[in-house]
């Protein structure tokens, strides 16, 4: 059984920085695709980056757009989200999810349908 356990959380002021961290655990599998999504409280649950298997191609929501960073170590099997300048509006659960279907090393996605595994999520609390 495939788990992913994400970490880094936690309260923080506006301004500051987080390191977000999501590692794959139990069956060995190449992620193709990473994810990390939001769900803010009485919000759906949204898209905030995505990362190709060859970690060229990154795509982002608008607004966190020049401050957050994704990135990933495929030997680690883990993907990393950096949260820099914060603000009150990005206070969320954030997700990590993993796309195990064939894709060619390019590809990304923004669709929560296409991504197979799902992490428990991480709290962020950014005070204002």
């Known amino acids: 059984q495939v788990q992913l356990v994400e970490s880094g959380g936690g309260l923080v002021q506006a301004g500051g920085s987080l390191r977000l961290s999501c590692a794959a655990s139990?069956?060995?599998?190449?992620?193709?695709?990473m994810g990390w999504f939001r769900q803010a409280p009485g919000k759906e649950r949204e898209f905030v980056a995505t990362?190709?298997?060859?970690?060229?191609?990154?795509y982002y929501v608008d607004s966190v757009k020049g401050r957050f960073t994704i990135s990933r170590d495929n030997a680690k099997n883990t993907v990393y989200l950096q949260l820099n300048s914060l603000k009150p509006e990005d206070t969320a659960v954030y997700y990590c999810?993993?796309?195990?279907?064939?894709?060619?090393?390019?590809?990304?996605?923004?669709?929560?349908?296409?991504?197979?595994?799902w992490g428990q999520g991480t709290h962020v609390t950014v005070s204002s």
């Open positions: 990362i190709s298997l060859n970690g060229v191609n990154t």
């Open positions: 139990g069956r060995t599998f190449s992620p193709f695709v």
């Open positions: 999810a993993f796309d195990v279907t064939y894709h060619n090393s390019l590809y990304i996605s923004t669709a929560p349908s296409e991504y197979d595994y």
